[in-house]
């Protein structure tokens, strides 16, 4: 017991301290992520020094760590960007993002040496994400409660439900990021009776994603069961167990999907500008929301043209931003961010910056499909690894509409993926 709680139980509370790094409050503070960040900084010293202090050996017990190939190149990308402290416009913009990507890619390491600590360290994983996902929704559903009893709802009102983020989109994005995770639990689950309660918390986050209008959340979760559909019915096919394939991965998030679906539709009312129906008709891309968008990835672009090589410098897109899009701008609303994540490092960083930042995504990518593609359903490694993909796919449909490296919260579920995916490597390889 004494060991448990020791090695178990004070990684579980670090841990803990990771996923509710991006629930902290401003605390009367203009921008809410400032506070996030330093907390985030506060918890990577303090899980560093607890690390150094139970294991004397630690550059060699955590070797293969500490200098993987996903570690090396975010460090080379860091690196890269602190050189342009030498040209940015503005030095100081360096430094401030130098030291959240140094967090993150700190996080990342910290993490995945914790989740270490557990015997089944992927089902523990899947718990802790599932428990930020309940907590994320019960949040904005309590939020959407009250709302009713005082007005009818529609989209009009869908920013008093953001949880606890600062709007509905970073809601959106945080909780389909984790929703891979509550499948795993559901598919894992001997009991029937806990697959429906997963099942049943999986039809809250779907109508709580519903409600919530981000249009871009309805692209990722019809790709997620698109894609889970495709490969369990292929699987089915090819090893001739269909009926089994369906019946154990696809029936539960089916149903949760196509009721949570009905019943907005019931609650709501069909004519709702929330209803999804609704949503679905307004994208295109002539409205505000979209030109807006594609008005800023055209100047990105048009940037790495004229630079190519070395861009404006980490964390100066904000400033450079105002010369490009100067005649549309109203008051001081300065376009912070290119709503592409891509975009804004390659206008920063250059191409070079760009390669090195993609080709995380990139190598993760290749490797979970040639596990998936070379293995059987039945290794114990293969539905990790889908659950692990699925959730990486999920951040990246939302770092090519938005901005999610700049939000804590986004960047605590980034940490959680690379970290077991840095895990997940090594124990497979």
Known sequence: MKEFLVKKGSALILIFLYIITGYIPNFGAVDVISNQWFFLNLLNITS?????????????????????????????????????????????????????????????????ILLKKFNNQFKALAYIMSFALLVEISASLSQYINLLQITTYDFSKTFFIK?????????SASIIVKIPFLLYLIWDSKKIILKYIYSIILFSVFYNIIILSSRASYISISLLILLIAIYFVI???????????????????????????????????????????????????TDTS????????????????????????????????????????????????????????????????????????????????????????DHKGVIP???????????????????????VINQISFIFIISAFINFKYEDS
Request: glycine share 6%; charged share 10%; hydrophobic share 45%.
């Open 48 to 112: 560093f020094i607890y690390i150094i202090y139970n294991d004397t050996n630690f550059f060699i017990t955590h070797k293969r760590t500490l200098l993987n190939s996903i570690t090396v190149i975010f460090l080379t990308f860091i690196l890269w960007g602190l050189l342009s402290y030498f040209y940015a416009i503005n030095p100081n913009e360096v430094i401030v993002k130098f030291s959240r990507w140094i967090n993150v890619l700190c996080g990342i390491l910290i993490v995945s």
């Open 290 to 377: 979209a030109s807006q968008r594609l008005r800023y990835y055209g100047h990105s672009i048009e940037q790495v043209k004229n630079n190519p090589i070395l861009g404006v410098g980490l964390g100066n897109w904000k400033i450079k931003s105002i010369d490009y899009d100067h005649l549309n701008m109203n008051g001081y609303t300065v376009p912070y961010h290119v709503h592409n994540d891509f975009l804004e490092i390659a206008a920063e960083l250059g191409l070079f910056g760009f390669l090195l930042y993609f080709s995380i995504f990139l190598i993760i990518g290749i490797f979970f499909f040639k596990f998936i593609l070379y293995h059987k359903l």
């Open 235 to 285: 699987t089915g096919i090819k090893y001739k167990n269909l009926k089994n394939s369906i019946s154990q991965y696809l029936l539960y998030p089916l149903f949760a999907l196509t009721f949570s679906i009905l019943f907005s539709f019931i609650s709501l009312g069909s004519s709702n500008s929330a209803t999804i129906s609704n949503r679905i008709t307004t994208i295109n891309t």
């Open 385 to 407: 690894s889908i659950i692990l993909g699925l959730s990486l796919l999920c951040y990246l449909i939302d770092a090519n509409l938005n901005f999610p490296h700049a939000r």
């Open 163 to 171: 949880g606890l983020t600062a709007n509905k989109n970073v809601t």
